[in-house]
């Protein structure tokens, strides 16, 4: 065996060793600003901010996917080439493409206002909601759908998500 490829052997072997024993550690035991106590000493306003900044990443891509079939629509809509029923169609996915802006808008506001930070995307639906500063638990859970439920009523099958 040449020398390049065991300098290629020994280090993909150390590699994959250290990616295994990383993959099995306890997530709690990864932390880096932790005392001996075990309390976190990382700034809580700075997990909020990137967790707001995840969840505005997230809300523009979603924007960005609705605004490309709004264009495609749009497009549609103003092709000569076209036929009516075609630009018929467009049009009502047009409406509804702006229905469930409005109505994401308004379940965005409500769920600000209950205090968690989220995403939200409505397609074909479903409405799906992913919660980026709260715990990931039932009640959690339940409140954003209750929310959920009183801002949209019983029109979508409600996702909800954390992150």
Known sequence: MNRQALAFLTMFSLILMLSVYYVTL???TTSVMTTESGEDLSDPKDAQEGKENEA???QEEITSK???EVKKQ????SDTQSSEEAKKEALET?????DEEQQK???KDTLQKGGFVCAIEITEGTCKINVFDSEDNEAN???VMDLAHQTLGQKYLI???FK
């Open 26 to 28: 306890p997530t709690d």
């Open 105 to 107: 808008t308004a379940l």
């Open 141 to 143: 859970a339940k409140k």
């Open 56 to 58: 505005e990443k997230l």
């Open 66 to 68: 609705q605004e490309a």
């Open 159 to 161: 996702e909800v998500t």
């Open 74 to 77: 749009s497009d549609i809509v």
């Open 94 to 98: 047009l409406e509804t493409l702006k």
